[in-house]
């Protein structure tokens, strides 16, 4: 029989015994999306890889809603949004996310609050001005349109006097913005 020198698998054994081996039980998968996630394939293939091994998880959203996580991952399943980071239920939905993981895999004892609290503190922190609301909404799935900066409406592609430029779609706003072709 030949055996697999990384996973010490006999080659010919079946996959689903073979994963069974190589996926632990002490994992906890937490799946981030933004409203740029579906621009990734890297994203969505890992996504579906890891909810494959139907592990026990949580969801954060950066920059939009639970309602824009499709199936078959569980929009309602414990998450937190980062959508406003000065929430004032933020910190008390974040620990609860960490403790779940936690006792998940099985960590004992759990780490006191104050160590927890601390490192909450210390990642918002940190993180705090790379949190900004894209100025991108996806117009499909894999397609960004921009945003006008004055009324929030989609913005256009279009030729306007020799020039391209990003123009608001409401008939209310006249804003564009000059196009640059990289």
Request: one cysteine or more.
């Amino acid at each position: 029989m030949n055996v697999s020198p990384i996973l010490s698998v006999g080659v010919t054994t079946p996959f689903s015994s073979t994963a069974a081996i190589v996926i632990s039980s002490d994992l906890y998968v937490i799946f981030l999306f933004s409203r740029s996630f579906y621009n990734s394939n890297v994203c969505i293939a890992e996504t579906g890889a890891a909810w494959a091994t139907n592990q026990k998880y949580s969801n954060v959203v950066i920059d939009m809603g639970f309602g824009g996580i499709d199936k078959p991952i569980n929009s309602s399943q414990l998450g937190v949004s980062l959508a406003d980071i000065d929430a004032e239920d933020l910190r008390f939905k974040l620990k609860g996310m960490i403790k779940n993981a936690l006792i998940a895999i099985g960590s004992d004892p759990l780490p006191n609050e104050v160590i927890i609290d601390a490192a909450i503190e210390k990642a918002i922190d940190e993180y705090r001005g790379q949190l900004v609301v894209p100025f991108y909404y996806p117009q499909r799935k894999y397609l960004a349109t921009p945003v006008c900066p004055v009324c929030s409406s989609q913005m256009e592609l279009k030729e306007c006097n020799g020039e391209l430029r990003f123009c608001c779609t409401s008939r209310a706003c006249k804003h564009t913005i000059e196009a640059e072709i990289v």
